[in-house]
């Protein structure tokens, strides 16, 4: 059984940094893409970044240039850096992994990440 634990949500002040990290346990398949969604309050979720086992990333145009994505592979952990956070980066982040090629989607709690202007 996957599991998916969040960790690095907070509030911060708008131009702050703010590092998510989650680490997967369990049933890891060696081939997966690692993401991070978010959902504001009353809006849809929606992809922020995400990153495959080979390390090609792909990102939201609204955080183009400020997060990073990353994973370390020996650890079965991904990493969200975020820099230059404005308000509406606030929301619930989530952890996804999803599976290759089976298409599996595993989440995580989710962790709340609110910036305050």
């Known amino acids: 059984q996957m599991q998916l634990a969040e960790s690095g949500g907070g509030l911060m002040q708008a131009g702050r940094s703010l590092r998510l990290s989650c680490a997967a346990s369990?049933?890891?398949?060696?081939?997966?893409?690692m993401g991070w969604y978010r959902q504001a309050p009353g809006k849809q979720r929606e992809l922020v970044a995400a990153?495959?086992?080979?390390?090609?990333?792909n990102y939201a145009d609204s955080v183009k240039g400020r997060f990073t994505i990353s994973r370390d592979n020996a650890k079965n952990t991904v990493y969200l850096q975020m820099n230059s956070l404005k308000p509406e980066d606030t929301g619930v982040y989530y952890c996804?992994?999803?599976?290759?090629?089976?298409?599996?989607?595993?989440w995580g709690q989710g962790t709340q990440v609110t910036v305050s202007s």
């Open positions: 996804n992994l999803r599976s290759v090629p089976a298409g599996t989607n595993y």
């Open positions: 369990g049933s890891i398949f060696s081939l997966n893409v």
């Open positions: 990153i495959t086992s080979s390390g090609t990333t």
